[in-house]
């Protein structure tokens, strides 16, 4: 029984026939090298068009000849034709249809420093990295419209069935239609007839060049949330401008810039879910003849049937989620919900594409590689005994994937349960989502027959009882003690560390009259979320950090919605600072000092202070399980601190080599 009976209709976009309303939105990979496609590359596309969705958009494509990036795919010379077919061939043998993006950052960058060869609508400094691009002439577009038209040509020869323009996110095209980025005097500036004019002229060479059917679809900004630039009055008013080219055959809409507002156009679970849902039906009543897509935080497949039937879309597109789990969409159409690895908004994806070279996901250690979509590990020859001791997120991984190599496994837990420290993430303001992870892996390992045991306190003697064949020590680790911390303190358990006091706090029903200091020596997202609980429970919270700045080991985006939500809490942050003497907290005082200069900051009625720290493992067991001669092996964080893509990727690696 199909329970989404629209999401999986097939119908026809642009005159090309598609098997469902499912598609992959553009997402940047930068598994392309040197201009070509690599294997991760088309193992990516594949395993989504395998997956389940009827089109895919691919990461922007490098079009024009101008300084051509090495990790997009080049497509502005006959020459690349080939390796463009060969994504083509991806995905076609699933019945799937993909088309490519357009994309120019001009003078938007979220990367560290400037970009000396921008260009853009007029010589203003981005919003986000100040970089000032080179005002574009009038005979320099209509060369870039050339350029695109050509390469969209390209395409379709090696056989791309359409093309998307983005036109949003702070990208050249949005900065043309914004009157705050494009101050020009001539004919593709000032008004909005001025302003759409080179959209316009694009998407009408387009069609010349490559005519029907050949599906042309539009990203466009609907609100950026900057002074003075498109609201979602002016995104109306820009739509029904864009309109009037009767030859688009969808657009979708989309929030956030090259600015401190960038961080919207990737929602998560600080705010409501699928939150632009009601803007995007309004928008679509501008011209709804054209069809419309949705995105933005969509994560369930009720989500997308909805949006489909009530009128908001014509079309789902899907990003992180088709990232965290290439077969949502058959997961989905053949109502096995419970499979699907979901996502969880926490953006190492675009993380490690922007930081790290190569795109990575914190709940799927499997993107990118062969047969992803449908994956099963190899079963192995001898089966052994396997005993894991530790229940979170690389222990939980491990022993799935080792039951379901046919191994007998069993996981020895402790009394508050599975999810580790990942858990007590989850349950504060914001991370909620984080529980999909810990929730698949012992889900699939209840289906995969492992054993699960939550009594306590693992010990030598325990271990011994199981008679295992190996033994995986997954215990995870603890926030080591700051060193301004007195030693009576310490052997009185003065002060704990931030997930015990949360732990501590979470049980106690009443507002505390007075500030609780927080050392950051940790800088990843859980700190924060922390300290959003807490300003439900003290009067004021202070975060004292001795680095220059907050969450510095997260994502750009992430670390916009941090500064966001804390300063809306009236979270206090005082940076280049340490604490040096906690003598007198007992009378509500704490000295800071300046890590620079070594000035003294007093802090006055505090009520209690805590810590965030780099971790230490708790291997204790490590050594003398190896001495009773057992063959161990320790991951996560009890093979050394880690996030959480680490030690999900670390546990996927042990149960496949085990």
């Known amino acids: 029984m199909n329970l989404y009976p629209k999401l999986f209709s097939p119908w026809t976009l642009g005159g090309v026939p598609l098997r469902?309303?499912?598609?992959?939105?553009?997402?940047?990979?930068?598994?392309?090298?040197?201009?070509?496609?690599?294997q991760?590359?088309?193992?990516?596309?594949?395993?989504?068009?395998?997956?389940?969705?009827?089109?895919?958009?691919?990461?922007?494509?490098?079009?024009?000849?101008?300084?051509?990036?090495?990790?997009?795919?080049?497509a502005f010379h006959d020459s690349s034709i080939p390796a463009l077919k060969r994504l083509v061939d991806a995905v076609e043998p699933y019945d799937t249809r993909l088309i490519g993006q357009i994309q120019d950052p001009g003078r938007g960058r979220h990367e560290i420093g400037r970009n000396d060869s921008a260009i853009g609508a007029s010589a203003l400094p981005d919003d986000l990295s100040w970089t000032v691009p080179h005002a574009l002439s009038s005979a320099e577009i209509q060369n870039l419209i050339d350029e695109w038209s050509q390469s969209c040509r390209r395409l379709q020869c090696a056989g791309f069935s359409g093309v998307e323009i983005s036109a949003g996110h702070g990208h050249i095209f949005h900065q043309f239609l914004s009157p705050h980025a494009n101050r020009r005097e001539d004919e593709f500036g000032g008004d909005l007839e001025g302003r759409t004019l080179f959209l316009l002229k694009l998407l009408e060479q387009i069609r010349q060049a490559c005519g029907t059917p050949f599906i042309i679809g539009l990203k466009l900004v609907a609100n950026d949330s900057i002074s003075g630039s498109i609201d979602i009055e002016e995104g109306m008013r820009i739509a029904e401008?864009?309109?009037?080219f009767r030859s688009l055959d969808y657009w979708t809409f989309v929030w956030g810039s090259h600015s401190n507002t960038l961080w919207q156009h990737l929602p998560g679970a600080e705010g409501p879910r699928a939150p632009y849902l009601s803007d995007i039906k309004r928008l679509r009543g501008v011209a709804p003849v054209i069809k419309t897509g949705a995105l933005g935080y969509i994560t369930d497949p009720n989500e997308a049937e909805r949006a489909l039937t009530d009128g908001t879309a014509d079309m789902i597109f899907l990003g992180r989620a088709l990232i965290a789990d290439a077969a949502w969409g058959e997961k989905a159409r053949r109502g096995h919900e419970d499979q699907i690895r979901y996502c969880v908004s926490c953006n190492t994806c675009w993380r490690m594409t922007v930081e790290s070279g190569g795109m990575a996901c914190d709940n799927n250690p499997n993107l990118a590689q062969e047969g992803e979509a449908l994956w099963r590990p190899?079963?192995?020859?001898?089966p052994l005994n396997i005993l894991i001791v530790g229940a979170g997120v690389a222990g939980l991984e491990a022993a799935w994937v080792a039951a379901a190599r046919g191994h007998s496994v069993t996981v020895l837990g402790g009394s508050n349960g599975f999810g580790g420290k990942t858990r007590l993430h989850a349950a504060l303001p914001g991370a909620e989502n984080l529980s999909s992870v810990y929730d698949y892996q012992f889900t699939a390992g209840k289906r995969e027959g492992v054993n699960y045991i939550f009594d306590g306190k693992a010990s030598l003697e325990t271990i011994l009882s199981f008679q295992p064949d190996r033994v995986v020590i997954a215990t995870g680790s603890t926030m080591a003690i700051p060193e301004f911390i007195p030693d009576e303190?310490?052997?009185?358990?003065?002060?704990?560390?931030l997930r015990e006091f949360i732990a501590n706090v979470k049980a106690r029903n009443f507002k505390d009259a007075g500030g609780i200091v927080i050392f950051d020596r940790d800088h990843t997202e859980m700190t924060y979320a922390a300290a959003e609980f807490l300003s439900s429970r003290f009067t004021e919270v202070i975060i004292v950090t001795p680095r220059d700045r907050i969450a510095s080991d997260c994502s750009l985006i992430n670390r916009q919605k941090i500064y966001s939500r804390l300063y809306s809490k009236g979270v206090k942050l005082i940076s280049d600072h340490e604490p040096l003497d906690l003598r007198n907290l007992e009378k509500g005082i704490v000295i800071l000092r300046n890590i620079y200069n070594c000035s003294l900051m007093e802090l006055k009625n505090i009520v209690a202070l805590t810590y965030a720290t780099s971790r230490r493992p708790n291997d204790q067991l490590v050594?003398?399980?190896?001495?009773?001669?057992?063959?161990?092996t320790s991951i996560g964080d009890c093979y050394a601190p880690r996030s959480l893509l680490s030690a999900t990727a670390h546990g996927f690696s042990v149960g496949c080599q085990i």
């Open 378 to 382: 190899k079963k192995t020859l001898k």
């Open 20 to 38: 469902n309303r499912l598609a992959h939105a553009s997402i940047l990979t930068h598994f392309a090298k040197d201009g070509k496609p690599t």
């Open 489 to 497: 303190f310490i052997r009185d358990d003065l002060i704990p560390d």
């Open 40 to 74: 991760r590359l088309l193992n990516y596309l594949s395993g989504r068009a395998q997956g389940g969705a009827g089109l895919i958009v691919t990461e922007p494509l490098a079009m024009l000849s101008r300084v051509p990036p090495s990790n997009r795919v080049h």
């Open 623 to 632: 050594e003398p399980a190896m001495n009773a001669g057992l063959e161990v």
């Open 241 to 244: 401008r864009i309109s009037h």
